[in-house]
């Protein structure tokens, strides 16, 4: 099984991430998309809304926002509530319980030069593969046998952030489109994001 390792912190779920999905899925480099909501001590940022929150959000997009037909090959990794968001833990976690599968970390175009700075670097590129994804403020540079861009006229961009969708909604501004019905929804309940 090939399966796509999208991390972050989900905070929160957005149509970005829902156009990133359907890319994965509809691209056929992978069989399945596993979403790993970052955990509370993320080492690079500090999530807004709790973790516990943030695995609700996740929940909600894969169980209400995606058809039907597509909702067997997403699933979620709970990690530990204090799992610091190391890709490398991660992959050798799930290469542990899963040795069969291949594992492809998604990334953004604007991430690839950061691949270096990330923990265990060169074992972290010597043993995986990478999924890269356009952000439209980045070209796509092709370099590394580690590296496959998805790209083409049926792999859609999204500009949307979740740090933009937290600022909208506690301007108390409207972000329907922006965030799925059932994400909104359950934002609105919990009074998430708003000053």
């Not at 999530?47 to 894969?62: C, G, H, N, V, Y």
């Not at 604007?110 to 439209?136: C, H, M, P, T, Y």
């Not at 961009?157 to 409207?174: E, F, G």
Request: proline letters at 3%; one cysteine or more; charged letters at 25%.
């Amino acid at each position: 099984m090939r399966v796509a390792v999208f991390g972050g912190a989900f905070d929160p779920p957005h149509i970005g991430h829902l156009i990133t999905i359907s890319n994965l899925l509809n691209s056929g480099v992978v069989d399945r998309v596993l979403l790993a909501p970052s955990g509370k001590l993320r080492y690079d940022k500090s999530a807004t809304a709790s973790f516990e929150a943030r695995l609700d959000m996740a929940r909600l997009l894969i169980g209400n926002d995606l058809p039907e037909e597509w909702r067997s090959r997403v699933s979620l990794e709970v990690l530990d509530a204090d799992d610091r968001g190391y890709t490398i833990e991660l992959l050798d976690k799930l290469k542990k319980r899963s040795a069969s599968d291949h594992f492809y970390v998604v990334i953004g175009s604007d991430n690839v030069e950061q691949l270096a700075g990330w923990k265990d670097s060169a074992r972290l590129i010597a043993e995986n593969k990478f999924i890269v994804l356009r952000r439209s403020s980045t070209d796509l540079k092709k370099q590394g046998q580690h590296l496959v861009y998805l790209e083409g006229e049926e792999i859609f961009t999204c500009d949307v952030s979740s740090t933009t969708v937290r600022s909208l909604i506690s301007k108390n501004k409207c972000v329907a489109g922006l965030v799925p019905f059932h994400v909104n929804a359950y934002i609105n309940l919990h009074a998430l994001y708003m000053s």
